[in-house]
T-cell receptor
Framework: AQSVTQLDSQVPVFEEAPVELRCNYSSSVSVYLFWYVQYPNQGLQLLLKYLSGSTLVKGINGFEAEFNKSQTSFHLRKPSVHISDTAEYFCAVSAKNQGGKLIFGQGTELSVKP | DVKVTQSSRYLVKRTGEKVFLECVQDMDHENMFWYRQDPGLGLRLIYFSYDVKMKEKGDIPEGYSVSREKKERFSLILESASTNQTSMYLC?????????????FGDGTRLSIL
């Protein structure tokens, strides 16, 4: 079975500051990794995904994430945030043998203040 | 562009009622999923379907059933609604029976059971 832990439930940050949202996972099999964003009153939108290859993955809106197999982590980063990045962020994993089922973390609320 | 449409954004029902939540996708995707989203718990999988007339239980199927009579439509049914089913419900779809395909989400239905 897989599990995902997002280490921070809320992250307040000032505009133009860097941010890191932390995600750790556990799995007995190889996994694919995803970050989704949910803006207020909307569904989830894919930010980026790690399938294989380079461990640094770039996504939309200037976000990137780094896959660290030894630490079983997939932290999300952005060097300079905007007010419009205020949203909830979800890390998710999909086991390579389970046909597309996603296991989600609890979510991290990013609040960007002026 | 990918489109997953949930029939209602907000729904208020009474305890004991039979409730139908509808989801339609226009991408000819094989896979469809129903999740519920609760604060601090992230998204939890209720049911999913890999093909027409096929369904499989997710992590929290109790009190729910589903129907998939056509490829583009996946319905979630609350057989006898209870107050603990008050939640945000999200529908998603993805292509192919492989784990590396991202899921595309609707905007959600916020369901209140009184």
């Amino acid at each position: 079975a897989q599990s995902v832990t997002q280490l921070d439930s809320q992250v307040p940050v000032f505009e133009e500051a860097p941010v890191e949202l932390r995600c750790n996972y556990s799995s007995s099999v190889s996994v694919y990794l995803f970050w989704y964003v949910q803006y207020p009153n909307q569904g989830l939108q894919l930010l980026l995904k790690y399938l294989s290859g380079s461990t640094l993955v770039k996504g939309i809106n200037g976000f990137e994430a780094e896959f660290n197999k030894s630490q079983t982590s997939f932290h999300l980063r952005k060097p300079s945030v905007h007010i419009s990045d205020t949203a909830e962020y979800f890390c998710a994993v999909s086991a390579k043998n389970q046909g597309g089922k996603l296991i989600f973390g609890q979510g991290t609320e990013l609040s960007v203040k002026p | 562009d990918v489109k997953v449409t949930q029939s209602s954004r907000y729904l208020v029902k009474r305890t004991g009622e039979k409730v139908f939540l509808e989801c339609v996708q226009d991408m000819d995707h094989e896979n469809m999923f129903w999740y519920r989203q609760d604060p601090g718990l992230g998204l939890r999988l209720i049911y999913f379907s890999y093909d027409v007339k096929m369904k499989e239980k997710g992590d929290i199927p109790e009190g729910y059933s589903v129907s998939r009579e056509k490829k583009e439509r996946f319905s979630l049914i609350l057989e006898s609604a209870s107050t603990n089913q008050t939640s945000m419900y999200l529908c998603a779809s993805s292509s192919e029976f492989v784990s590396n395909q991202p899921q595309h989400f609707g905007d959600g239905t916020r369901l209140s059971i009184l």
